[in-house]
């Protein structure tokens, strides 16, 4: 065989009836750049032939001019067998993700009894060490055993207390061997799940070149599908921002929260003030205002960037925070009646403000996630929509 004869369509030459003929003048010494299509995508793409191509058969050797000379009916086939295998291989990953969804739903029944039996049998071990206890004191020295010596009934009440341990130590065992049985189909399950953990990457993956092989091979088929593509897309972007949103939301309301406990707290002692709790509850009250002064000018900054995330995603909320001074100047060093009462009385119009905000946030928060879970839903609809497509054709 003369390895100068060997085409880049993945044809021999010498055999071929196109270069026999003089139609083709080869690939190695006569082609140049532009007379085929077939050698000059080789070349381009570093393999030794067109067959090595992930894509083979693709279309461009359906459609273009000065392409291979490979028999159009052969590549057909080729083409239909490739479809084929991706869904024998689509079928058994589906399989597997059953599989897979199946153990772990299993793996967290398990998990749930074996919490269950742990505490069951934390219990049944005081409980059987506890027996034990009182049949050991009877057989020794003890007072109790030597009390029941003297009354006859040492050996009556030694008996019932071997039979409470005896079964004691019955109850534990039982219970501490389904703990192992349980343990053991948790092991068992694990070790099978993890041979297809990566199934559903890999259906995913699998699906993804047989999409482009479908849009590829059929033109019509292809628009569909990318239309349905720049949906997912843009359905994508949306949980991204409503995500970052949820997390900008719930930041704010931590903070919030934080805020309300610590206006409690000056709250409580503004009021053991008022009723003469002294210098004490003064500074421990002005203490706990200062923290919830630092903690609103964050839950400020939250909020401005909370209300930022929200315009990404298109949902309005007038939500802020504007809470005056505490009066602590007057209240500290004039500690009168009238000054106490103020202050008391500005702390609980700043609770009722904070528990406000907090209230805001959290129905907002609400509706992200509604939102969240629909776009979710739209988007894994349109992917199996588009999946659907691809297994039919």
């Given at each position: 065989?003369?390895?100068?004869?060997?085409?880049?369509?993945?044809f021999?030459?010498?055999?071929?009836?196109?270069y026999?003929?003089?139609?083709?003048?080869?690939?190695?010494?006569?082609?140049?750049?532009?007379?085929?299509?077939?050698?000059?995508?080789?070349?381009?793409k570093?393999i030794?032939?067109?067959?090595?191509?992930e894509?083979?058969?693709?279309?461009?050797?359906?459609?273009?001019?000065?392409?291979t000379?490979?028999?159009?009916?052969?590549?057909?086939?080729k083409?239909?067998?490739?479809?084929?295998?991706h869904?024998?291989?689509?079928?058994?990953?589906?399989?597997?993700?059953?599989?897979?969804?199946?153990?772990?739903?299993?793996?967290?029944?398990?998990?749930?009894?074996?919490?269950?039996?742990?505490r069951?049998?934390s219990?049944?071990?005081?409980?059987k060490?506890?027996?034990?206890?009182?049949?050991?004191?009877?057989?020794?020295?003890?007072?109790?055993?030597f009390?029941?010596?003297i009354?006859?009934?040492?050996?009556?009440?030694l008996e019932?207390?071997?039979?409470?341990?005896?079964?004691?130590?019955i109850r534990?065992?039982?219970?501490?061997?389904?703990?192992?049985?349980?343990?053991?189909?948790?092991?068992?399950?694990?070790?099978?799940?993890?041979?297809?953990s990566?199934c559903?990457?890999?259906?995913?993956s699998?699906m993804?070149?047989?999409?482009?092989?479908v849009k590829?091979?059929?033109p019509?088929t292809?628009?569909?599908?990318?239309?349905?593509e720049?949906?997912?897309?843009?359905?994508?972007s949306?949980?991204?921002?409503?995500i970052?949103?949820?997390?900008?939301?719930?930041?704010?309301?931590?903070t919030?929260?934080?805020v309300?406990k610590?206006?409690?707290?000056?709250?409580?002692?503004?009021?053991?003030?008022?009723?003469?709790?002294?210098?004490?509850?003064?500074?421990?009250?002005?203490?706990?205002?200062?923290?919830?002064?630092?903690q609103?000018?964050?839950?400020?900054?939250q909020?401005?960037r909370?209300k930022?995330?929200?315009?990404?995603?298109?949902?309005?909320?007038?939500i802020?925070?504007?809470?005056?001074g505490?009066?602590g100047?007057?209240?500290f060093?004039f500690d009168?009646?009238?000054?106490?009462?103020?202050?008391?009385?500005?702390?609980?119009?700043?609770?009722?403000?904070?528990?406000?905000?907090?209230?805001?946030?959290?129905?907002?928060?609400?509706k992200l996630?509604?939102?969240?879970?629909?776009?979710?839903?739209?988007?894994?609809?349109?992917?199996?929509?588009?999946n659907?497509?691809?297994?039919?054709?």
């Amino acid at each position: 065989m003369n390895e100068k004869l060997l085409g880049k369509c993945g044809f021999y030459c010498g055999c071929c009836p196109t270069y026999i003929k003089g139609n083709c003048r080869g690939c190695i010494n006569e082609h140049t750049d532009g007379d085929c299509f077939t050698r000059d995508c080789v070349l381009k793409k570093g393999i030794e032939a067109c067959g090595f191509c992930e894509n083979f058969p693709c279309n461009e050797l359906f459609t273009r001019p000065k392409c291979t000379v490979l028999d159009k009916n052969w590549l057909e086939w080729k083409k239909e067998r490739k479809m084929d295998f991706h869904n024998e291989e689509l079928e058994k990953l589906k399989e597997q993700i059953d599989r897979k969804r199946h153990f772990e739903k299993r793996i967290e029944n398990l998990q749930l009894q074996q919490n269950q039996l742990q505490r069951k049998v934390s219990e049944l071990e005081m409980i059987k060490n506890k027996e034990q206890i009182d049949v050991d004191k009877l057989e020794g020295r003890s007072l109790a055993a030597f009390f029941y010596a003297i009354r006859g009934k040492k050996e009556e009440i030694l008996e019932a207390e071997r039979k409470e341990a005896y079964m004691a130590a019955i109850r534990f065992d039982t219970a501490n061997q389904e703990l192992q049985a349980i343990e053991e189909d948790i092991a068992e399950c694990k070790a099978k799940l993890q041979k297809i953990s990566d199934c559903e990457s890999r259906y995913e993956s699998l699906m993804a070149e047989k999409i482009e092989n479908v849009k590829e091979s059929d033109p019509e088929t292809a628009v569909e599908i990318e239309i349905w593509e720049k949906d997912i897309s843009n359905l994508k972007s949306r949980e991204k921002e409503l995500i970052e949103a949820i997390e900008a939301g719930k930041n704010a309301q931590r903070t919030a929260e934080s805020v309300y406990k610590t206006l409690s707290k000056a709250e409580d002692m503004s009021t053991w003030d008022l009723f003469g709790g002294g210098l004490i509850a003064d500074l421990a009250k002005h203490d706990h205002l200062d923290n919830a002064q630092s903690q609103l000018e964050i839950l400020q900054v939250q909020l401005r960037r909370f209300k930022t995330e929200l315009s990404d995603v298109k949902i309005n909320a007038d939500i802020k925070v504007n809470i005056d001074g505490f009066l602590g100047f007057a209240d500290f060093f004039f500690d009168g009646l009238f000054a106490d009462l103020t202050v008391r009385d500005k702390i609980k119009n700043s609770i009722a403000s904070v528990c406000g905000i907090e209230s805001q946030i959290r129905s907002v928060i609400i509706k992200l996630e509604s939102d969240l879970n629909a776009t979710k839903i739209k988007r894994e609809n349109a992917q199996k929509y588009i999946n659907e497509i691809a297994l039919k054709s």
